[in-house]
């Protein structure tokens, strides 16, 4: 076998360190190598329908079955852990064997063989890697970073139902995955973490089939908020939060409690929603964990940097019994700033995306304009997000919609969405919208059909102290209740 890259690669797992010959660093290793390599758009051609995956089946198989006979009587431990030097030249022994037979040019055989072999670990001990990777507490993806993937059934949160059993794949020609991993691919612009640390904290989180998420309104207009307008040296926005931070956060209080209440999981607030003073004034006042959502995401006017740019964050309230008392988590700052009227938003612009990995989810949250980013949108999907939630402040919401919504059938995505404020209307500032083109509140699940179902329109009567400001939806049902909490 004349020496290539590939074998080069059998050669260096075959001589291993001991020590270092894990399972996970082997299956690794193999991926990287077919991700660095993908054939070319020649090697395509011709190829006879079901190929080349028929042969990574094959291959996998052959390896599988390779390995069963040399080691009939390993221990369930020794499986689960270490790739004995044994079992690794038994790869690559398989891996020359499938070349020698193999059907297509060089490219296309030597990427398939290796993610044959990948595929094969997976099989054997694919399900050990998630409690590996939970063990390092978080991941940081970069290009070419090997990370774990899952796919949850979503019909135990749909009721009677139908679901999106399948979650829909762009058509690609790209040798990236495995039934368990994946090599991360295009990731470069931003930072992605997935975040292990709340695993066992929120491990029942969604266990009950009756899945309720909930979005509360605490603004009337844009007069609500300390907004700040310059044209030196450019034309830009700066929004310190609410104005008035002790009836906010006691507004804010209510509608925790009130989501609470009507055993909402989860309560998305809308971007800017809180002020340094108005969250640590909500701290003191949060109610009890049993009588709260185990989630709660706004959005938080978190003061500014250096150069005066605003820090545009959101939070996550998580409410654990056992633990007693909530807990806060700062998220990352929003990334693009929006524009309105010509006005820049003055933000200091953040990289990071961080996912939250639990028993059942993997939870997003991205602020307003960030979440209509396709290159966002896709990197979610590739990581099964199945969660995502959005604090916006927007004028319009269609785009934002159909791009957070697409998640339902790409990664079989619940997605809420809480749009603020309740009127796009200001005295101080010549501004205005249309209602018909925002929605306070949008639910959408992984349904067979209507994916999008529920989306509360802003009404031209918004001022009125009557007016509705939190909605919440059931899953199981599709059964939106509006509520008035700090309005009535």
């Known amino acids: 076998m004349i020496e290539s890259p590939f074998t080069r690669v059998l050669d260096r797992i075959v001589n291993l360190p001991d020590l270092d010959a894990t399972w996970l660093t082997v299956a690794s290793e193999l991926l990287r190598f077919a991700a660095g390599n993908m054939p070319s758009a020649s090697s395509w051609a011709g190829l006879p329908p079901g190929e080349p995956h028929s042969t990574v089946v094959v291959t996998s198989a052959v390896a599988r079955a390779a390995l069963a006979r040399a080691t009939p009587n390993a221990s369930d431990d020794s499986k689960l852990s270490f790739a004995a030097k044994k079992e690794r030249e038994i790869l690559r022994s398989v891996a020359l064997q499938q070349l020698a037979e193999a059907q297509f040019d060089q490219q296309m055989n030597e990427a398939t063989t290796a993610l044959g072999l990948a595929e094969a670990i997976d099989g054997l001990t694919g399900h050990t890697f998630m409690p590996w990777f939970k063990g390092q507490g978080e991941l940081m993806v970069n290009e070419g970073t090997v ?266 995505a619940f997605v809420v969405i809480s749009t603020g404020p309740a009127r796009w209307e200001s005295s101080k500032i010549p501004i205005t919208g249309s209602p018909e083109q925002r929605s306070e509140a949008v639910f959408a699940g992984p349904y067979a059909t209507g994916q999008v179902a529920q989306a509360a329109t802003s009404l031209s009567d918004g001022v009125e102290a009557g007016r509705t400001d939190l909605w919440t939806f059931s899953y199981p049902t599709r059964e939106v209740a509006a509520h008035r909490i700090c309005n009535s």
């Open 147 to 412: 990370y774990p993937i899952r796919e949850l059934d979503p019909r135990q949160w749909l009721g009677a139902n139908s679901a999106n059993t399948r979650p829909s794949r762009r058509p690609t020609r790209e040798l990236l995955s495995t039934s368990c991993l994946q090599v991360a691919k295009d990731v470069h612009a931003f930072t992605f973490v997935l975040d292990f640390h709340y695993w066992d904290t929120m491990s029942d989180f969604g266990g009950e089939a009756k899945l309720i998420a909930a979005v509360g309104q605490p603004n009337t207009g844009l007069d609500d908020f300390d907004i700040k307008l310059s044209t030196e040296p450019t034309a830009t926005y700066a929004n310190h939060g609410p104005i008035d931070h002790t009836a906010q956060a006691s507004c804010v209080g209510k509608l925790i409690a009130a989501a609470g209440a009507a055993n909402a999981d989860i309560l998305v607030l809308p971007e800017y929603t809180l002020s340094p003073q108005s969250r640590d004034l909500l701290a003191k006042q949060l109610p009890p964990t049993d009588k709260a959502p185990r989630m709660v995401i706004t959005g938080v006017s978190a003061g500014t940097d250096d150069d005066g740019y605003i820090i545009n964050e959101a939070i996550m309230i998580l409410s654990t019994p056992a633990d007693g008392l909530p807990r806060i988590i700062t998220l990352p700052t929003k990334i693009y700033p929006a524009e309105v009227e010509g006005f820049n938003e003055h933000l200091k612009q953040g990289s990071e995306i961080r996912l939250f990995l639990t028993q059942q989810w993997t939870i997003a949250t991205l602020i307003c304009f960030d979440a209509m980013d396709d290159n966002i949108i896709d990197q979610l999907a590739a990581f099964g997000a199945n969660l995502l939630l959005v604090p916006a402040l927007s004028e319009k919401t269609a785009t934002l919609m159909g791009s957070a919504t697409s998640l339902c059938h790409r990664s079989q």
